[in-house]
């Protein structure tokens, strides 16, 4: 079977017993741990897949990786996974996780990647401008990239604006060569 479908359905079957239960948000910040967690940690990801580590060693891996954040719901739905041998799918059914939550609360995920840092006060007025716009709820990635030589790149769904002394340096160069 599709390991997408799977991803996805675990996911919603998850979000629906994690809401009855009223640990959504915490499941939520645990998906986001886990996410974040596989994702920086490629040993992390081969203990998953070894057949001859015990299932018990996985379990007690995947709650510490997430920490406080794990709370009862969360270790049934890695008890789950693991009798089900689905730890190969556990990055994947996290991040269908963070979408489902993110689609079903209205939450907008925003990059911001600038050439210097943001303050404080310009970070909050982004924020509340796209959530007056979207009438919404806004997670705010700010990062910051010196290679940009100046300006920033705003990024929320498909919308992408650069605003970048290189970005704009590349269209240049691009005109040029065209």
């Given at each position: 079977m599709n390991d997408g479908l799977i991803s996805k359905r675990y996911a919603k079957a998850l979000l629906e017993f994690a809401a009855a239960r009223g640990e959504d948000k915490l499941m939520y910040d645990s998906m986001k741990s886990l996410a974040e967690s596989i994702a920086a940690t490629p040993r992390l990801r081969e203990l998953l897949q070894s057949p001859v580590a015990p299932n018990s060693d996985k379990e007690e891996l995947l709650c510490s990786a997430v920490g406080a954040a794990a709370g009862d719901g969360y270790r049934r739905f890695v008890r789950l996974a693991l009798k089900n041998r689905?730890?190969?799918?556990?990055?994947?059914?996290?991040?269908?996780?963070?979408?489902?939550?993110?689609?079903?609360?209205?939450?907008?995920?925003i990059s911001v990647v600038s050439a210097a840092p943001l303050s404080d006060t310009l970070a909050d007025r982004i924020r509340y401008d796209v959530e007056r716009r979207t009438r919404g709820t806004v997670e705010l990635d700010v990062r910051v990239d010196p290679s940009l030589g100046g300006g920033f790149i705003f990024q929320m769904d498909d919308l992408r604006l650069d605003a970048s002394v290189a970005g704009q340096l590349e269209k240049v160069r691009r005109r040029l060569a065209g």
């Open positions: 689905r730890e190969g799918s556990l990055q994947n059914i996290a991040l269908s996780y963070l979408d489902l939550y993110r689609r079903v609360h209205r939450i907008g995920r």
